[in-house]
């Protein structure tokens, strides 16, 4: 059990530079909190004596062997004596000064304290033009609608939390996308997110830091996408499969006339191939998404949804197979119906513009059928044990 109110959290990789100093406005921030506290660095195997610094300031030091941002502070939280969790990096670009901003809201109920620079104030020469202006903006804005989570800076590292309420959260990452993970798991588990104004200043170290921009922000993307089936498969994938069974609905009496441009063009079985491409297309997205949907939630990635729930009380094996088994008949009307047309022409030659408006068809329903009856024994497997 947390034997105190706060601790102060900072991975480590080599700081020696900074870290004396982020250490002591740390200790400074907790006695003029006037709470009980600690200042703990996750050292991830430095080389340079930061351990010796940050003992000599007075911090306690976890030696954390898993190389990576997420990896020490996944350890250094799990070692925290504090009931409160103060994080942030140890190259003296945040102000721990700033905590008396964090506590109030944490007193208040909230789960997860996010500083926000954008709302405070960034320094000349702090943050990349490219990180100011598209990275972080960018990838704000698309957590902010996969997961509707109320932040607007989602990748600012100074941020306080009920350690418990992160601890049962069960993060995994060990790299840069941690940042992401904390705040898209608190949303999916439903904890109280609130943000402060906080400070970015120059990082204070002479080296290059160990964020990568390109490398990292398409593992933070990824991360957000992974995590979002929705959005990465079912959307998508509805959106495709509307638009080719819109498409193969007008195709399908006969040619479809466009004016455009003053001229008139004509759409004709060759587009219904590929409208039909997009059904079968779009189907295949969809199951993808159900399939990441419930596999998501058997493996402990996405937390459990009510509306799954209800939707697979009637969407069962036997349900699927019903349906696939539909679909293969329905093809295999249309084919023999085809087969009944040349026979009666004398297997000869037929138009082959009229034929392909119902081979086209027919051979899409069998694959559709194939692939539903399929789906819903893969489906049934991966729900074996949520049943």
């Not at 954008?118 to 320094?123: A, D, L, P, R, T």
């Amino acid at each position: 059990m947390p034997d105190l109110d706060l601790t102060i959290l900072m991975p480590c990789l080599n700081e020696a530079e900074t870290l004396a100093i982020c250490v002591r406005q740390a200790v400074d921030a907790i006695k003029a909190s006037n709470v009980s506290g600690e200042v703990l660095v996750a050292d991830n195997g430095s080389t340079d004596g930061s351990q010796a610094i940050a003992l000599l300031e007075g911090a306690r030091v976890v030696n954390v062997p898993t190389r990576g941002y997420g990896a020490a502070l996944i350890a250094g939280i799990e070692a925290a004596r504090g009931r409160y969790v103060m994080m942030a990096d140890a190259d003296a670009s945040y102000h721990f000064e700033h905590l008396p901003r964090f506590l109030p809201k944490l007193n208040e109920g909230h789960d997860l304290v996010m500083g926000n620079r954008f709302s405070g104030s960034i320094e000349p020469g702090a943050m990349p033009p490219l990180h100011r202006y598209l990275g972080n903006p960018v990838l704000s804005a698309i957590g902010q609608i996969f997961f509707r989570i109320p932040v607007r800076d989602f990748h600012c590292g100074l941020r306080a939390f009920r350690r418990d309420a992160i601890l049962g959260l069960h993060l995994r990452t060990t790299g840069m996308e941690f940042a992401s993970e904390m705040v898209v798991k608190s949303s999916l588990a439903g904890l109280r997110m609130t943000e402060v104004p906080t400070t970015l200043s120059p990082d204070g170290r002479s080296r290059p830091p160990h964020l990568r921009s390109w490398r990292d922000g398409w593992r933070h993307l990824r991360f957000l996408l992974l995590y979002s089936p929705r959005w990465l498969f079912f959307y998508p994938g509805l959106m495709t499969l509307v638009g080719g069974l819109l498409l193969s609905a007008a195709l399908l009496p006969g040619p479809l006339p466009i004016h455009f441009g003053g001229a008139t063009h004509t759409l004709d079985v060759d587009t219904l191939t590929y409208a039909l491409g997009l059904v079968l297309i779009g189907a295949h997205i969809t199951v993808f998404a159900v399939s990441a949907r419930v596999f998501g939630t058997q493996e402990g990635f996405l937390p459990r949804n009510a509306s799954y729930d209800r939707v697979f009380e009637y969407v069962t094996l036997e349900t699927g197979l019903l349906i696939g088994c539909f679909l293969l008949l329905l093809g295999a009307g249309l084919l023999a119906y085809a087969v009944h047309l040349w026979h009666a022409a004398g297997f000869g030659n037929l138009p082959a513009q009229h034929m392909l408006r119902l081979t086209l068809p027919s051979a899409t329903l069998m694959m559709l059928g194939v692939e539903a009856i399929f789906a819903s024994f893969f489906l049934s497997l991966l729900g074996l044990n949520r049943r």
